[in-house]
């Protein structure tokens, strides 16, 4: 199989060659040869061109322009960003502060706002330069609202529930607005990122979140990417989770136990990730990176459904070798029969 083959029989519930590689490589890409955070939002063809050398490189499984997707987004929306040379861009300025704003608030066109520009044009030549699928990375109608909104004036209203339920299906109108620039660009899954939910309670996932998740779910193939602690969410809203028709996937971290997750749901759910990007992938060895991930890949890859991953992105502080050793780990344990 090739990893177009390998990717989506994984996502059908098939079993495919072996186990595929979602590496989730962002700024990586782009830092590891030499560039500087901001050229990786600012340039697209920089961008896209390092991304092809990383993907030539470590050979995994997929690609994609940007795996922290929200602050392009952000901006074309309305919102400020400050871009350092050397760390990654945060919002000093939130495009929706009251109700009225949400009532007035016009869909920007994506492919052509400044940041977003970048990311759809970035997907664009992934998509005409390589044959392995390309990801359509967005952040969740969760979480964007806290991005939409301030995090301290999003905490203060969860009680405000008419005020909640505009701004999260304001968010996701706008989330599914970009990923459909990003389909039409060539991306070939959507990867949707809700890396806030785990500040909540699971009852806050159940009522401000499953209900817009549905609506989300717009690609042939959809993943969701929770990260953090959320064993006691899943276990509350995961039956909710596997009953979608459209969501073949869920990505987690190391926190998580995602053997039980994947044994209970298996064949309704598939699973990704499990190995700890925070700590051990930046600072183990290649051997001892190899070592874990064939621990994870033999644990978790029976009857397919499973996808080696980070917890989240592989940062730019990951060695190069580490990230080499995740691809020879799966070539070495993750071989179906």
């Known amino acids: 199989m090739n990893s177009r083959e390998r990717v989506f029989a994984t996502l059908d519930g ?3 060659d072996r186990v595929p590689v979602l590496a989730q490589v962002g ?11 901001d050229v990786m939002y600012k340039d697209a063809r920089r961008a896209a061109e390092a991304h092809l050398k990383a993907l030539n490189r470590y050979k995994y499984d997929s690609v994609a322009i940007q795996v922290e997707p929200s602050w392009p987004v952000v901006e074309a929306c309305g919102g400020t960003l400050f871009y350092p040379p050397d760390k ?3 919002i000093t300025k939130n495009p929706i502060l009251t109700e009225e704003d949400i009532k007035n608030f016009k869909m920007p066109d994506f492919a ?4 977003s520009k970048v990311t759809v044009e970035g997907t664009r030549i992934l998509a005409e330069s390589t044959d392995v699928p ?8 969760f979480t964007f609202s806290m991005q939409l909104f301030p995090y301290e004036n999003f905490i203060k209203s969860v009680r405000k529930k008419e005020f909640m339920h505009a701004l999260i299906q304001k968010s996701t ?3 599914n607005a970009y990923a459909q620039a990003l389909k039409e660009a060539g991306a070939s899954f959507l990867v949707i990122c809700e890396h806030d939910l785990q500040m909540f309670a699971p009852a806050t996932m159940t009522e401000f979140f499953i209900p817009y998740l549905k609506q989300a779910l717009t690609y042939q193939y959809n993943i969701l990417h929770m990260c953090g602690k959320v064993d006691t969410h899943l276990d509350i809203n995961g039956d909710a989770l596997a009953d979608m028709d459209k969501l073949q996937m869920v990505s987690l971290g190391h926190h ?13 759910l598939g699973f990704a990730g499990n190995l700890d990007h925070i700590v051990f992938l930046p600072q183990a060895s290649a051997e001892e990176v190899e070592e874990k991930c064939g621990e994870i890949i033999t644990a978790a890859k029976e009857g397919g459904q499973y996808m080696l991953s980070p917890g989240c992105e592989i940062t730019a502080d990951v060695p190069p070798e580490n990230v ?10 993750g071989r179906y029969e």
């Open 134 to 141: 390309v990801g359509a990375y967005v952040t969740g109608p």
């Open 324 to 333: 080499e050793a995740m691809v020879r780990a799966a070539e070495k344990f």
């Open 112 to 115: 052509k706002a400044p940041g």
């Open 256 to 268: 998580t136990d995602m053997l039980k997750f994947k044994k209970k749901y298996a064949g309704k």
């Open 14 to 16: 098939k079993i495919p």
């Open 173 to 175: 109108e706008i989330v």
């Open 27 to 37: 700024d990586h890409a782009g830092v590891s040869q030499g560039l500087t955070f």
């Open 88 to 90: 990654y861009p945060w």
